[in-house]
């Protein structure tokens, strides 16, 4: 995230594509593909306008890892966050600088229903089968504690986004 409370000159002045995933999440429908084939579609200067009713912190470490800096405003329960490529001269992220390749396939999980330990024997086993290429979006009843370690020792690391009480959505990727 930039280091300012005040919204860069630049993300008003810079082209925008604006998309609005309140409707999506009103009826349900988790909206994280939609949000991945539109930063896909960005011209060069072009910033990502994401209006959300919550903060996508999950988002800020998936898309950090693709090159993409954030400036976040929160009005009235309404989150506005602005999504821009990092090497367009603006000021860096503070995390470790992206070196992986684009993410090419997002791989989508529920284990809502199932009871411990199988949750985490279905990540584990599913990213068995994933590259560096790829992500875990889980959906999952609780935030899965014992399965940072676990990620850990392979390689992979996560960020969990609690939506409501037994709901969390887990972002795992390839450490870098």
């Known amino acids: 995230m930039m280091n300012t409370t005040t919204k860069p000159d630049f993300i008003n002045s810079a082209p925008k594509l604006e998309l609005d995933v309140r409707p999506s999440l009103a009826s349900g429908v988790d909206p994280f593909s939609l949000i991945m084939k539109n930063i896909d579609t960005l011209k060069d200067g072009e910033i990502l306008h994401l209006i959300n009713t919550f903060e996508p912190l999950p988002l800020y470490n998936v898309l950090g890892k693709r090159g993409f800096n954030h400036f976040t405003e929160n009005v009235d329960g309404i989150f506005n966050v602005y999504f821009f490529k990092s090497d367009a001269g603006f000021e860096a992220p503070s995390q470790e600088s992206p070196t992986i390749s684009k993410i090419e396939t997002v791989v989508e999980i529920d284990v809502r229903e199932l009871t411990p330990p199988e949750p985490m024997m279905v990540i584990l086993e599913k990213l068995r089968d994933m590259d560096e290429k790829s992500i875990l979006l889980v959906h999952h009843h609780r935030e899965p504690m014992m399965l940072y ?9 996560a960020v969990t986004n609690k939506i409501n009480e037994n709901y969390y959505k887990v972002v795992i990727t390839r450490k870098l």
């Open 149 to 157: 370690e676990k990620l850990d020792e392979i390689g992979w690391e």
